[in-house]
């Protein structure tokens, strides 16, 4: 059984930034992509972000692009998401998720890929 436990949401003014973190337990860390969705009031769970399980690839939703970071520390089982440059619309519960596949090399931005999820940490950004 896998443990994703996330931290560092809340609330922030429109340009702010936070960075969330999701601590890994349960199982080998290093050897799994990780993953960032977020789901909104009202609204379907959407990708966010995605890692590889080396750290050497990545990829982002459009609507993130150029403005969050995924990045991880396979020494602390940990996976990050920098959000800089926040604005209303990225209002959400934010989760973070393992991929299914050992050693998955490839960006994965399915949500039916990933097999273990967090409880999900709360960002609200305000106007």
């Known amino acids: 059984q896998v443990q994703l436990v996330e931290s560092g949401g809340g609330l922030v003014q429109t340009g702010g930034s936070l960075r969330l973190s999701c601590a890994a337990s349960?199982?080998?860390?290093?050897?799994?992509?990780m993953g960032w969705f977020r789901q909104a009031p009202g609204k379907e769970r959407e990708f966010v972000a995605t890692?590889?399980?080396?750290?050497?690839?990545?990829a982002y939703a459009d609507s993130v692009k150029g403005r969050f970071a995924i990045s991880r520390d396979n020494t602390k089982n940990t996976v990050y998401l920098q959000m800089n440059s926040l604005k209303p619309d990225d209002t959400a519960v934010y989760y973070c998720?393992?991929?299914?596949?050992?050693?998955?090399?490839?960006?994965?931005?399915?949500?039916?890929?990933?097999?273990?999820w967090g409880q999900g940490t709360q960002v609200t950004v305000s106007s």
């Open positions: 890692i590889n399980w080396t750290g050497g690839q990545t």
């Open positions: 349960g199982r080998t860390f290093r050897g799994y992509a």
């Open positions: 998720a393992q991929h299914a596949q050992y050693y998955r090399s490839t960006p994965a931005t399915g949500a039916d890929e990933y097999v273990y």
